[in-house]
């Protein structure tokens, strides 16, 4: 009987990121880190994977990584200024931080306020 696992491709499309944010979060936060992703059950030359069953531990890293969550607070001085352009562009707020959810989740290896700024400099030209 073949056993089936998932791969970073697999793990990414279940979480609906891309598959680099899943090689960025597992180099970010190896093992022996304050918060490492779970580790493989299996590696193939190299290529790991995990067991399916695992896929709701995988969600629940996912969800403490710091900043997600509940929460709120003042939004950053780089928020707020994007948000500013943003709305002066013709985008309401909810479509302004949708977009920003989405690149922070396809460039996981910048902040917040990085993409912030490259969109306010891309946008001011």
Known sequence: MTERYLGVLGIGEALGVSRHAVHKWRSRHPGGSGHPFPEPDVEIDGTPG???D???EIIRWRDGLPGRGTGGGRPTAARQEYLKEAAARGMDREEALRAL???????PEMTEPEICAWLLGHWRG
């Open 50 to 52: 995990w067991r399916p």
């Open 54 to 56: 695992r896929l709701a």
């Open 101 to 107: 959810a989405t690149l922070g989740e396809e460039f």
